[in-house]
């Protein structure tokens, strides 16, 4: 081991908060709070605090709890009364509503006018929505789910653009007690079928089409194929976002929504589902990942209140679509007060930097994006502060895939210097981030603040010892309240266990790369498995399967997804061909046009290659991580174990499509 006489000197930071920021910080004042009523180390900064919210996990919980005011309508028994996982059991006896808590800024009269949503998109200036108008809206639309027979426990699903019916929909199913679910208006049929079907849902919420890239898309064909295939269905909410008029059977937004109710919030256990949220179904059909009301409450306020430093006169824009967990997070960022800014619409349109002059338009303060989108504004000479006044933007975020150097360094020069750079991971499993922004730490390049409160966040070797200044798999040793209660039909909870807990029993492993440096920060170096993560939009390879291989032209075919060094991310698709069959331009346009239309257009292959077979396991699973290895240049001894493998010799291919990229 190193001596620290002989130790590397700690690179300068890219970023350096000051003392007045430091001072102003609500993390400060947590930490000072937390230190008078709770024990918490008063010295010491953020390390400090950290190692006592991990160590001192219950208290830790119950302090973020009272410094946020959650409301328990009845008190909790304990904070934390099984702590194995999965099966953590928090805050029995506990009862709350999530929408509650939402809309609570609509009670303040000083505020009820001010705007809790701020909506754009390409082809309008920013409309505000105010608390009272929000609250207003929820409560009719709970009133007449009620009266549609919706109970706790049922499913409401949204086929839904970024949009504040959207949000509406979300806080009116929370406050029945309903389980809310969602996909984005650009998945097709198939997709979201994969997903809604195995929750059927009773309501579902629907656009008539959406607009993106400067073109209207009509989604009529797509929500008549979806209520046909989705049996459960008792209502239809037509929302007629292009001006179609309802078809016939449907119930019309506007009649839904006029009424003057006082929400009714429905008080329900602190384990009781809020949403599903779906992982990219990598080897069959997605995850349906069930997250609770009172888990995802305490972990947002968390991660809104303290890590991103949000409040009543911050405006937080962050680029999503409802298809990603992103989206949920956004809309809670209502919790803290904050105004919400929804964006509808292309990241890049009508030219790349569009993003910039949206967190211009709404005055956001905190702005969040892809690093693919900071990656791509460079490479497009695109100058955010040359041509947009950002001086309300205190901290552009990024995750989706980490944040190379040059992204930082691009940021810091073309944004501001005094510029929060927080670069964020985490995933749809917890719906937060294990790692990520911090206020009161330095910034350095290439790195990830710090794990965050709450979050046992280590990196373990493969004999599951923790290392420092090494890769390692990601994991989390003790429970955080956001994690997955369940997944919908997964009676036994097999699925879940094998999906997180597998490789190290009792121990969450999420799948990625990362390195925790000697000086706290962490560096993520992408999945350790296949998922497909672009513009973080997740998807799995089985679902790109599904769909290339109905093609009679297709024998079998295997996707890559890769993270590259300059942040960009190619994704070849490999293609066995049929005999008598030919890659040819028209067989590579019917491919991508079946994935366009059929899947999703952000996960259309860069690249697609004949390939002479693809490569199984002894079973008969196809490889992908191995591939992917060498791809990215591991030399194939140690890609891959031969004696798990049907042919060796395919593998080689592959070896030499890596060296010739290279």
């Given at each position: 081991m190193t001596s620290p006489a002989n130790a590397a000197p700690q690179p300068a930071p890219l970023w350096q908060p000051g003392p007045d920021r430091i001072a102003g910080a609500r993390i400060t004042a947590f930490q000072t709070w937390a230190a008078e009523r709770y024990g918490a180390p008063a010295e010491g900064g953020y390390e400090a605090l950290h190692r006592w919210s991990v160590t001192e996990l219950d208290t830790f919980w119950k302090a973020v709890a009272d410094w946020f005011d959650v409301r328990f309508s009845t008190p909790y028994e304990t904070v934390l009364a099984d702590r194995s996982m999965p099966g953590a059991q928090w805050f029995p006896g506990a009862?709350?509503?999530?929408?509650?808590?939402?809309?609570?800024?609509?009670?303040?009269?000083?505020?009820?006018?001010?705007?809790?949503?701020?909506?754009?998109d390409e082809t309008h200036e920013p409309v505000?929505?105010?608390?009272?108008?929000?609250?207003?809206?929820?409560?009719?639309?709970?009133?007449?789910?009620?009266?549609?027979?919706?109970r706790p426990g049922d499913r409401v699903s949204g086929y839904l653009p970024n949009i504040p019916q959207a949000v509406t929909a979300l806080l009116a199913t929370a406050a029945v007690g309903a389980v809310w679910t969602s996909c984005a208006p650009d998945f097709g049929a198939r997709s979201v079928l994969d997903r809604f079907q195995q929750v059927e849902p009773v309501v579902l919420f629907t656009v008539d089409g959406y607009r993106y890239g400067g073109k209207e898309h009509d989604r009529t064909d797509v929500v008549a194929e979806l209520r046909r295939e989705l049996p459960t269905l008792r209502a239809v909410v037509h929302i007629p976002l292009l001006g179609t008029p309802a078809p016939q059977g449907t119930l019309d937004w506007s009649s839904l929504t006029e009424s003057d109710n006082e929400p009714v919030f429905e008080q329900v256990p602190f384990d009781h589902p809020l949403w599903v949220l779906y992982s990219s179904g990598t080897t069959g059909l997605p995850k349906a990942i069930v997250q609770s009301q009172g888990g995802i409450l305490l972990e947002h306020f968390k991660q809104l209140g303290l890590h991103c430093d949000l409040g009543p006169e911050d405006r937080f824009f962050w680029y999503t679509s409802t298809g990603w967990m992103m989206w949920n997070f956004l809309v809670s960022g209502l919790l803290t007060g904050t105004t919400v800014v929804l964006y509808d619409g292309s990241p890049g349109f009508p030219e790349t930097g569009a993003q910039w002059g949206v967190a211009e338009r709404t005055g956001a303060t905190l702005f969040g994006t892809s690093a693919a989108y900071v990656m791509a504004c460079r490479k497009a000479g695109v100058h955010p502060s040359r041509d947009h006044d950002l001086s309300r933007v205190k901290c552009v975020a990024t995750t989706g895939s980490p944040l190379p150097p040059d992204g930082f360094r691009w940021l810091h020069d073309e944004v501001r210097e005094d510029l929060w750079i927080a670069s964020v991971s985490g995933g749809t499993d917890v719906c937060s981030c294990f790692a990520g922004a911090v206020p009161t730490l330095p910034v350095h390049i290439g790195e990830l603040q710090a794990a965050c409160l709450g979050t046992d966040l280590q990196a373990w070797d493969p004999q599951g010892k923790p290392v420092v200044g090494e890769v390692g798999e990601l994991v989390v040793v003790n429970p955080m309240p956001s994690m997955p209660i369940r997944f919908w039909n997964d009676p036994d909870g097999s699925r879940y266990r094998d999906s997180y807990f597998e490789m190290f029993p009792g121990v969450w492993r999420h799948g990625d790369w990362i390195t925790i440096t000697d000086h706290g920060s962490v560096v993520i170096h992408g999945r350790s498995d296949s998922t497909l993560n672009r513009q973080g939009v997740?998807?799995?390879?089985?679902?790109?399967?599904?769909?290339?291989?109905?093609l009679p032209e297709i024998r079998e075919s295997?996707?890559?997804?890769?993270?590259?060094?300059?942040?960009?991310?190619?994704?070849?698709?490999?293609?066995?061909?049929?005999?008598?069959?030919?890659?040819?331009?028209?067989?590579?346009?019917?491919?991508?046009?079946?994935?366009?239309?059929?899947?999703?257009?952000?996960?259309?292959?860069?690249?697609?290659?004949?390939?002479p077979g693809v490569p199984?396991?002894?079973?008969?699973?196809?490889?992908?991580?191995?591939?992917k290895r060498l791809l990215q240049g591991t030399?194939?001894?140690?890609?891959?174990?031969?004696?798990?493998?049907?042919?060796?010799?395919?593998?080689?291919?592959?070896e030499a499509v890596a060296r010739k990229r290279r």
């Open positions: 009862t709350l509503n999530y929408a509650e808590h939402a809309l609570r800024t609509a009670e303040d009269p000083a505020r009820a006018g001010d705007a809790a949503l701020l909506h754009v505000a929505t105010s608390w009272a108008e929000l609250r207003r809206q929820v409560g009719s639309l709970a009133a007449e789910l009620r009266a549609l027979g919706v997740r998807m799995g390879s089985a679902d790109i399967y599904e769909v290339v291989e109905r295997l996707v890559i997804g890769l993270e590259e060094p300059d942040g960009g991310y190619w994704m070849p698709l490999f293609v066995h061909l049929a005999e008598g069959a030919a890659l040819d331009d028209a067989l590579r346009t019917k491919v991508k046009q079946a994935i366009r239309e059929q899947l999703s257009p952000r996960h259309v292959p860069d690249e697609i290659i004949e390939v199984h396991t002894l079973t008969g699973k196809r490889i992908e991580v191995p591939v030399p194939l001894e140690k890609a891959v174990n031969p004696g798990s493998v049907d042919n060796l010799d395919l593998l080689r291919f592959y």
